[in-house]
Nanobody, 113 residues
Framework: GRLVESGGGLVQPGGSLRLSCAAS???????VMWWYRQAPGKGREEVAHINSDGRVAFYADSVKGRFTISRDNDENILYLQMNNLKPEDTAVYYCKTLLIPDWGQGTQVTVSP
């Protein structure tokens, strides 16, 4: 199985980005999917997760009301819409599933004036 994240970049505070995670090699439509992030010098933390059919989502308090996780089970893609970005959102963002052991390469999000 493989996970490939994309969509990161440099954005000003208050801006938006949409991250994508292309999944392959496992049954994506059966998988609970997570977004994690790791800021410089810090551990990896959960941002959000979504159940297999996309109807139930959980968000960390730090992103609740600003980020939205979603998925397209026909295209095997996981999304993270990030609005009202803050400098403290700066991190490498990763998607993950329990169905495969490996992490992807992540995508860098930098929020700076």
């Amino acid at each position: 199985g493989r996970l490939v994240e994309s969509g990161g970049g440099l954005v000003q505070p208050g801006g938006s980005l949409r991250l994508s995670c292309a999944a392959s090699g496992f049954t994506f439509s059966s998988a609970v999917m997570w977004w994690y992030r790791q800021a410089p010098g810090k551990g990896r933390e959960e941002v959000a997760h979504i159940n297999s059919d996309g109807r139930v989502a959980f968000y960390a308090d730090s992103v609740k009301g600003r980020f939205t996780i979603s998925r397209d089970n026909d295209e095997n893609i996981l999304y993270l819409q990030m609005n009202n970005l803050k400098p403290e959102d700066t991190a490498v963002y990763y998607c993950k599933t329990l169905l495969i052991p490996d992490w992807g390469q992540g995508t860098q999000v930098t929020v700076s004036p």
